[in-house]
């Protein structure tokens, strides 16, 4: 079970998603499978996406069916289905109508994003969850202090410069 950190509040993501991004290691990640059991994960690895001028962002295109909810305020689930396998994990983040993400890379232990999702079992009905009332998954502040390094984002090499060079993936130092 969890031992009663206090859970994040939806106004930790309604800030730029280049702050929140850094925010966001050492924090604990919990999740309540179907069976009840509960699990707890420290974030390790994330990158910020940021909104409708970020040629790598999703939301870069504008408001469609997939990213609909990256309009919306931040602290909400935006997962999207990568080669017909793997859930990605991202937290909405800024005020309504920012567009704006941050994509889990990686928990203690899980390193990858296409991991992370199968860790937790995510799924399609995890889109849009509200981090601040779901029972299935939500964050936890921790004590930790964190050191990390920023480095370029991975795998997104058709959005071209300076996208490609953004130091916008943030990894803990261990």
Not at 68 to 89: A, H, S
Request: proline content about 4%; overall charge neutral; hydrophobic content about 35%.
């Amino acid at each position: 079970m969890t031992t009663g950190s206090a859970r994040i509040p939806n106004s930790f993501f309604q800030r730029a998603v280049t702050e929140v991004a850094p925010d966001l290691l050492g924090k604990k990640l919990v999740r309540r499978f179907d069976d009840g059991l509960v699990q707890e994960y420290i974030i390790t690895e994330t990158e910020a996406y940021r909104g409708h001028d970020d040629k790598a962002c999703h939301a870069n295109k504008g408001k469609t069916a997939r990213t609909e909810v990256m309009f919306r305020e931040g602290g909400l689930v935006y997962v999207y289905l990568i080669y017909g396998m793997y859930w990605l994990l991202n937290f909405v983040t800024g005020p309504e109508g920012d567009a704006s993400a941050v994509l889990i890379r990686g928990l203690h232990g899980i390193s990858g994003p296409g991991r992370v999702g199968k860790a937790l079992q995510l799924d399609k009905s995890f889109y849009g969850e509200d981090l601040s009332t779901s029972n299935r998954i939500w964050l936890e502040e921790t004590d930790a202090k964190v050191n990390y390094s920023a480095l370029p984002r991975v795998g997104i090499d058709y959005a071209g410069e300076p996208w490609i060079s953004k130091p916008w993936r943030f990894i803990a130092e261990k």
